[in-house]
């Protein structure tokens, strides 16, 4: 059995400006940490043996850990747009904005739909590729929604600042 998969679906290009700065700060360290790992390798690869040398083997997959991510990062920031507009109707859900849906139980959750190299769920921030994310564009206020089986009413729709 091979381990081959397709390539999954494209994701959304789109980010906001936050979520963009987070990504250039974290190449930014990822490219410091390099540095530092490059010079702990030398000193590992000084040592001798590298065969079993735990210390080299460790800073090689650090190594490559941090390569990864970095070419990941140079290959997707450039691809990315970042929205730095609120749209011009703001009584739907886009891109961007912060969602209040209630559900039948009286209980209340917030999402803000944002690109899905920044989604966070733990913050309440899901990608606009999301089920819930796509259930959720384009409704009114007052419209329902069906979130996990369950009929929710959208009863707040913010855009907060786009360049923060």
Known sequence: MSRWRPPGEPTTPYITAA????L?????????????VVVHLAAAAAEG????????????????????????????MPRLTVV??????RDR????????????S???????????DEADAARGEISVD?????ALLKRAL??????GGERCVVVDIEYPDPNL
């Open 19 to 22: 979520g963009y700065r987070a």
């Open 106 to 116: 009286g209980e209340s959750r917030c999402y803000r739909l944002v690109g899905g």
């Open 93 to 104: 859900v886009f891109f961007g904005a912060r969602v209040t849906v209630e559900l039948p």
């Open 130 to 134: 999301a089920p819930v994310a796509k």
């Open 142 to 147: 007052d419209d329902e929604v069906l979130l």
């Open 84 to 89: 730095r507009e609120v749209p011009a109707v």
């Open 24 to 36: 250039e700060e974290e190449a930014k360290a990822l490219i410091a940490r390099r540095r530092e």
């Open 49 to 76: 043996d590298r065969s079993e040398n735990a210390e080299y083997i460790y800073r090689k997959k650090e190594l490559r850990e941090i390569d990864r991510r970095l070419g990941y990062l140079q290959r997707r």
